[in-house]
């Protein structure tokens, strides 16, 4: 068969086919690179993070911005923590008002 009877379209299919088929990256070697990673370190230690003074200060601010949106989940999230905080419970209170 000559190259004249193909189409410049088809040509260039099979060029592209050929590339991907020749490309150095297999499955095999994509496992081996992500096995051969180090696990990630954090920078920070995670258990000195203030996370009800965080979700109070959250709380002030969506009642500032006129949002319930945010109040109601950053109230679930401070109940699931700390289900007697006098902080959030004062929150919930003055949102259940409006």
Known sequence: MSVSK???KQF???AVLGAMYASPVSAVSLNRDIN???????QQDVSEVQSKAWL???LTYAQLLHRPDITQTTLKRLFA?????????????????K
């Not at 051969?36 to 954090?42: A, K, L």
């Open 6 to 8: 193909y189409s410049l």
């Open 36 to 42: 051969n990673h180090e696990p990630i370190v954090f």
């Open 56 to 58: 109070i200060k959250q």
């Open 81 to 97: 923590i700390d289900p007697e905080n006098a902080e959030g419970l004062s929150f919930q209170a003055q949102y259940l008002a």
């Open 12 to 14: 260039v299919s099979f």
